[in-house]
């Protein structure tokens, strides 16, 4: 099966239905695992990228969060959302068809806080000089979550 060529087929027929021109096939051993086209025109879903309901599929037909063994197949080179997700999920590889210098003539889709030329640049800077409003209130009870979690997921001897 050529999964490069169902990529592209799905985000085109997600074009064709009114959808935004992404989509990710996830691959194991040889045969879909998952797929999905965009779906935030469809949904109203921020979130709701391909590669994230791709792996979101995936990850539940496979029962873990780990998508070790697979390779995973997008039509551009993710967002930064979705690197974060792709990173997190750890396929074997992710194939991508196009860069967004090359899409970057017939598509735009620059936001408040997030514009493609610039958006990778953000995660480099302190907090503090993000383009994002963000401000930091400290509390010890909030790391006391993660001392809890410790506690209920460190064996013992």
């Excluded at 196009?98 to 302190?126: C, I, M, N, Q």
């Excluded at 509390?139 to 506690?151: K, L």
Aim: aromatic letters at 10%.
């Amino acid at each position: 099966m050529d999964f490069i060529q169902r990529t592209i087929d799905l985000a085109r027929r997600n074009v064709e239905e009114g959808g935004r021109p992404f989509a990710t096939v996830v691959v194991k051993d040889g045969e879909v695992l998952a797929e999905s086209p965009n779906k935030v025109a469809q949904t109203g879903d921020p979130t709701a990228h391909a590669e994230v309901l791709a792996i979101r599929e995936a990850c539940l037909r496979a029962g873990t969060e780990h998508l070790t063994g697979t390779t995973v197949y997008v039509l551009a080179h993710p967002c930064p959302m979705c690197l974060g997700a792709l990173y997190y999920c750890s396929p074997d590889e992710v194939v991508f068809l196009t860069t967004r210098d090359a899409y970057a003539p017939y598509y735009v889709d620059d936001r408040r806080y997030f514009e493609l030329a610039t958006f990778y640049d953000e995660f480099a800077k302190p907090w503090q000089q993000r383009r994002l409003p963000m401000r930091h209130e400290p509390r010890e009870e909030a790391v006391a979550v993660y001392r809890t979690w410790q506690e209920r997921n460190t064996a013992t001897a």
